[in-house]
């Protein structure tokens, strides 16, 4: 069982309402160019042509916002390594392409989103709900490719599936967290790629 849950954004009003999706899309372009720090709730009302207080009526700061923001973000990722635990492939090569999955789109927001980034970086170090349901994906991805290759008879069944997953994430830190690829030159995040997965399989293997 899953010990990380998933848990509900913070927000204020209906879930499903255009504006609300509004304020969410003008802020992520808002954080884009200016950042979290440069970026006040006032901006983005005025931005929309809104008061801050009707902007009060879906999300009660600008961390609510910055965390929805975030959820879109790391959701993306997310859709990816889901898909590749669905791949009809073995659990060995499904394993390895969500280590190297996780990986590419973290530097890939780390290059190409840079402001994002930082977002994901406050979520990770102050564990907003969209980091925590991050983690509760990824979580459940390994579990699932775990479970199978135990069906496969190729990972070993002797261990708790609980503290098998748990340490599997924890090994994905050095390549996935935003404020420790800071640290690395690609390169090096490449070696301890390679590095980590061959140990992860080892340890897993019958």
Known sequence: MNPVKKVPLPQRGPEA????????????????????SKTSVGDIAKLIGVSNAYIYKFFSSKQDIAEAVCAETLGKIDDELIAISKLKSSATNRLRLTFKALMEKSLELFFEERKLHEIAALSSANNWCANTNHQAVLFSVIEQIILDGREEGVFDRKAPLDEVCRGIVDAMIPISNPLLLEQKEPEMLEESLVALTNMVLRSLAV
């Open 17 to 36: 309402h255009e504006r609300r999706e509004q304020i969410i899309n003008t802020a992520k372009e808002h954080f884009r160019h200016y950042g979290y």
